[in-house]
């Protein structure tokens, strides 16, 4: 029997978290045995159809330890026995001392839990996200002689603390990002860059139909018959900037017509919605809530505009780069978003949409005023954004990289595709 993987997730299934579905599905067709190891029980009202498809058994370690103390018990109890275990009870506790938290005590106890119920078969932990989801892998990992890998993203590469970061680089045998930016900050804190490489998760384009060029038309926003569809799809948080984006909206002109509907939950969603109260504009937006990935396709082929005003939260989260602004390019929707460093690999401003800088309303007003007047220019940077995306990403290369990591053969590779 082949060796499986357990793929330590924070969460599963999550609707905010589509490339790691589109990705665990396409390792399972190219051959890899996954088995999922989820920290949290999902929480969302509903899920993609992507998750269906997946075959992966899905194992939920105990949330938090007082629910299931038996299991937690029991988990010490074999992980003791197992030969790394002193190993990583010394890790935890230089990690403890460092981060005097519950939840460094409770990703220990997740780890004895993984650790004592891993079958016999796994032949590697990899982690998406470098924060907790790699915390468990690595105690775990050390318990049971096992490699482990991971998937760094956005957040959790901007708020580990650095100390932190250097020991999991040094531990593990590889970890990919998704962005550029990502994969130099953490090669700079690599005693073995070669061990960071650059992955762009990049889009199943068979899950998307061609973009209808015939959507939108040329409203332009003269009246309440024409007005512009814009669209922005992000949790309620504070590094994807939704204040910002209400500030610039309240400051288009009075004679534009304009609709904006919002996806996404998140726990700053009420007081969005007070504040576009506040500013005179809530009769124009409409708060959709979290949605399935059928429903965000059919609000972006419905939109003219699609809008992400991501900044640098006080704490350091920030966007890598996000998926909801390569499902908008898919559709040929003319985005608009800020210049941070991962979007800017992605987007090219004036060329394949339009970047402004972050934390500044006045200027995200000026380029969607000037995009919701002119609806020859969308279609032209929305014609663009597609062009570049089926070039430059293709879910597909990423895939075949990871295959290989994983130790796929190229055989099963080609018979994948």
Known sequence: MAASVAFILKGYPRLSETFIAQEIRALEAAGLDIRIWSLRHPTDPAAHPIHAEIAAPVRYLPEYLHQEPRRVLEGWRRARRLPGYRRARAAFLADLRRDFTPNRARRFGQALVLAAELPPETGRLHAHFLHTPASVARYAALMTGLPWSCSAHAKDIWTTPAWEKREKLAALDWIVTCTAAGRAHLADLAADPARVALVYHGLDFGRFPAPDTSAGGARQGHDATNRVEILSVGRAVPKKGYAVLLAALAALPPDLHWRLTHIGGGPLAGELKAEAVRRGIAERISWLGAQPQGRVLEALRRSDLFVLASRIADDGDRDGMPNVLMEAMSQGVAVVATDLP?????????????????????????????????????????????????????????????????????AALADAS
């Open 342 to 410: 991962g979007i800017a690999e992605l987007v090219r401003d004036g060329e394949s949409g339009r970047l402004v800088p972050p934390n500044d309303a006045p200027a995200l007003a000026d380029a969607l005023a000037a995009l919701i007047r002119d609806p020859a220019r969308r279609a032209r940077l929305g014609r663009a954004g597609f062009d570049r995306l089926r070039s430059e990403f293709d879910m597909a290369a990423g895939i075949r990289t990871l295959a290989r990591r994983f130790g796929l053969a190229d």
